[in-house]
């Protein structure tokens, strides 16, 4: 018997600004020349990334970087420490920088309160891409910390100058400053969260409270994906992970249901589209 589900994918869902403007410096050099080195991952989702490398993009470490000399090789949206670019200026290498403008910004910020000499502690996740171009702007003297309990570890100053990686939690930010001065630390807190990333937390409740049940489509090493997916599980406890369209299951699903899919900031919009036609496919099969 027909499943007969009705299936909607969210309009909000999808790449944001800075992931489709590296994608698209990617897309346009490929177009060129045929090939392009990646330092690191463009994007937290293998299945873009394996699309891309089809194309000719060679994702590349630091280790391989060190040992290229007069190529061109693209900077993702994460960003990168000064140290690469020192790397680059010495190996004559070409950098397509397509670091996000959100960024950036944070870089500069973190740079001139390192130069005031502040005590930094940034929010983030350890050994992220971008939480390394952040240390970086502080020759590794900030202090990153996932959590206010292993923040408390540490033997804080009585003032804090506080950030955090671009695409974490706003409430959870927050939260950590209030407790923080709560314990009575004076706090200098920079709200430096990608707003595009952060409004989809409510974007994406609003979404998920309106389908009997949710598919999040998300690459495994996205923490955007970590957070967003969270936010729509807490909203509809029928919110299912999934990284590629081989993963659906077909006993998620009774007759009749609605199905909304949605995604992270680093999710391709071609992928959603493949999870909805490969829904409707099984909505209409016997």
Same mark, same amino acid.
């Given at each position: 018997?027909?499943?007969?589900?009705?299936?909607?994918?969210?309009?909000?869902?999808?790449? $944001?600004?800075?992931?489709?403007?590296?994608?698209?410096?990617?897309?346009?050099?490929?177009?060129?020349?045929? &090939?392009?080195?990646?330092?690191?991952?463009?994007?937290?989702?293998?299945?873009?990334?394996?699309?891309?490398?089809?194309?000719?993009?060679?994702?590349?470490?630091?280790?391989?970087?060190?040992?290229?000399?007069?190529?061109?090789?693209?900077?993702?949206?994460?960003?990168?420490?000064?140290?690469?670019?020192?790397? !680059?200026?010495?190996?004559?290498?070409?950098? =397509?920088?397509?670091? $996000?403008?959100?960024?950036?910004?944070?870089?500069?910020?973190?740079?001139?309160?390192?130069?005031?000499?502040?005590? =930094?502690?940034? &929010?983030?996740?350890?050994?992220?891409?971008?939480?390394?171009?952040?240390?970086?702007?502080?020759?590794?003297?900030?202090?990153?910390?996932?959590?206010?309990?292993?923040?408390?570890?540490?033997?804080?100053?009585?003032?804090?100058?506080?950030?955090?990686?671009?695409?974490?939690?706003?409430?959870?930010?927050?939260?950590?400053?209030?407790?923080?001065?709560?314990?009575?630390?004076?706090?200098? !807190?920079?709200?430096? =969260? $990608?707003?595009?990333?952060?409004?989809?937390?409510?974007? *994406?409740?609003?979404? !998920?409270?309106?389908?009997?049940?949710?598919?999040?489509?998300?690459?495994?090493?996205?923490?955007?994906?970590?957070?967003? &997916?969270?936010?729509?599980?807490?909203?509809?406890?029928?919110?299912?992970?999934?990284?590629?369209?081989?993963?659906?299951?077909?006993?998620?699903?009774? !007759?009749?249901?609605?199905?909304?899919? $949605?995604?992270?900031?680093?999710?391709?919009?071609? *992928?959603?589209?493949?999870?909805?036609?490969?829904?409707?496919?099984?909505?209409?099969?016997?």
């Amino acid at each position: 018997m027909p499943l007969n589900l009705s299936v909607r994918i969210d309009p909000h869902s999808g790449f $944001c600004f800075g992931v489709i403007y590296a994608i698209q410096m990617a897309e346009d050099i490929l177009d060129e020349q045929g &090939y392009l080195y990646c330092l690191g991952d463009i994007v937290h989702n293998d299945e873009e990334v394996e699309r891309l490398e089809k194309r000719g993009l060679r994702i590349i470490d630091y280790d391989t970087l060190a040992g290229l000399r007069g190529e061109k090789v693209l900077i993702r949206a994460h960003g990168e420490p000064p140290s690469t670019y020192q790397m !680059a200026l010495q190996n004559n290498l070409t950098l =397509i920088d397509a670091s $996000c403008p959100v960024v950036l910004k944070l870089q500069n910020r973190i740079k001139t309160s390192y130069d005031r000499q502040d005590k =930094i502690f940034i &929010y983030g996740k350890h050994g992220h891409a971008e939480v390394r171009g952040l240390l970086g702007q502080t020759r590794g003297d900030a202090v990153v910390f996932e959590s206010l309990d292993e923040l408390l570890r540490h033997e804080l100053p009585a003032n804090i100058t506080l950030y955090s990686q671009t695409t974490k939690s706003t409430d959870s930010f927050y939260r950590i400053k209030g407790e923080l001065e709560g314990r009575g630390y004076q706090v200098a !807190a920079n709200d430096t =969260i $990608c707003r595009q990333v952060s409004n989809r937390d409510q974007e *994406l409740r609003r979404f !998920a409270a309106e389908y009997d049940q949710v598919v999040f489509v998300s690459g495994t090493k996205s923490s955007n994906g970590k957070v967003l &997916y969270q936010a729509c599980k807490e909203t509809n406890p029928n919110t299912h992970f999934i990284s590629k369209v081989e993963e659906l299951c077909s006993s998620w699903f009774e !007759a009749g249901q609605s199905v909304g899919i $949605c995604g992270a900031t680093s999710t391709p919009m071609w *992928l959603m589209e493949d999870v909805r036609d490969a829904l409707m496919r099984l909505s209409s099969s016997k």
